[in-house]
C-alpha cells in the first residue's frame, strides 16, 4: 500500500530564505507526483505537476524533482515571501489506476 | 474558466437527514473522484468513477453514495449522515488515464458539519 510522508510537518522561517519541502512515498510505480497549496479553510491548488518520465518541472519561484527510484521529491521554493504561508501537499498518482495517495501536508510560515 | 465547481460551501445538517454534495466540472473530464479531508488524518478517496456509469470505492466509502449518469456531474449522496461524517470534502477530476498530464482540478470544497 502506497504511504506519503511529508516531514517536518510544520515550518516557520523569516522572509527571504530559500526553502526545500520534501515527500517521501513507498512505492515507486507512480503515474506522476503533484504538489498542492491549501490556504487555511481552503480547495487545493496544483503548483506543480511531474510525470514519472520527468525528472523536474519549475514554475516561477518553484522548482520540483522526482527521483523516483529512490521514492523522493522536493519542492524548492526561492526568496520565499509571507504570501507563501500556506499548507502545501503532496500527491502521488497510482500507475495503474487513476488515484491520488496524498502526504498529510507540511504547514509553512514565512515570517515578515 | 475551467474548473470544478461545488455546493454548497458550508452545510449544517442533522444527524439522519439525507444531504446531496454536487460536484460538476468543465473540462470534459473522465475522471473524478472525492475526497474527505480530516485533521491529523489527510486527504482519504471516498468514491471515485472512471468514466459515465463506472463507479467503484475508495478507502472511505462507508456511508457514502455516488452516481455519474453524465459525464459533468458527480453528485456525492449522504442518505444518513452521522456527526463522524463531519468534515472538509473535496471533489476533483482529472483528463483520465490516457491523459493525466495535465493532473489533478479540484473544487473549493464543502465544509459540512452533521450535528
Known amino acids: 500500500k502506497q504511504e506519503v510522508t511529508q516531514i517536518p510537518a510544520a515550518l516557520s522561517v523569516p522572509e527571504g530564505e530559500n526553502l526545500v519541502l520534501n515527500c517521501s512515498f513507498t512505492?515507486?510505480?507512480?503515474?506522476?507526483l503533484q504538489w498542492f497549496r491549501q490556504d487555511p479553510g481552503k480547495g487545493l491548488t496544483s503548483l506543480l505537476l511531474?510525470?514519472?518520465?520527468?525528472r523536474e518541472q519549475t514554475s516561477g519561484r518553484l522548482n520540483a524533482s522526482l527521483d523516483k527510484s529512490s521514492g523522493r521529491s522536493t519542492l524548492y521554493i526561492a526568496a520565499s515571501q509571507p504570501g507563501d504561508s500556506a499548507t502545501y501537499l503532496c500527491a502521488v498518482a497510482q500507475g495503474g489506476s487513476e488515484k491520488l495517495v496524498f502526504g498529510k501536508g507540511m504547514k509553512l510560515t514565512v515570517n515578515p | 474558466e475551467a474548473q470544478v465547481t461545488q455546493n454548497p460551501r458550508y452545510l449544517i445538517t442533522v444527524t439522519g437527514k439525507k444531504l446531496t454534495v454536487t460536484c460538476s466540472q468543465n473540462?470534459?473530464?473522465?475522471?473524478m473522484s472525492w475526497y474527505r479531508q480530516d485533521p491529523g488524518l489527510g486527504l482519504r478517496q471516498i468514491y471515485y468513477?472512471?468514466?459515465?456509469?463506472?463507479?467503484d470505492k475508495g478507502d472511505v466509502p462507508e456511508g457514502y453514495k455516488v452516481s455519474r449518469k453524465e459525464k459533468r456531474n458527480f453528485p456525492l449522496i449522504l442518505e444518513s449522515p452521522s456527526p463522524n461524517q463531519t468534515s472538509l470534502y473535496f471533489c476533483?477530476?482529472?483528463?483520465?488515464?490516457?491523459?493525466?498530464?495535465?493532473?489533478?482540478?479540484f473544487g473549493s470544497g464543502t465544509r459540512l458539519t452533521v450535528v
Open positions: 473540462m470534459n473530464h473522465e475522471y
Open positions: 468513477s472512471m468514466n459515465v456509469e463506472v463507479t
Open positions: 512505492d515507486s510505480a507512480i503515474y506522476n
Open positions: 511531474i510525470q514519472s518520465s520527468q
Open positions: 476533483a477530476s482529472s483528463l483520465g488515464s490516457t491523459g493525466v498530464p495535465y493532473g489533478y482540478t
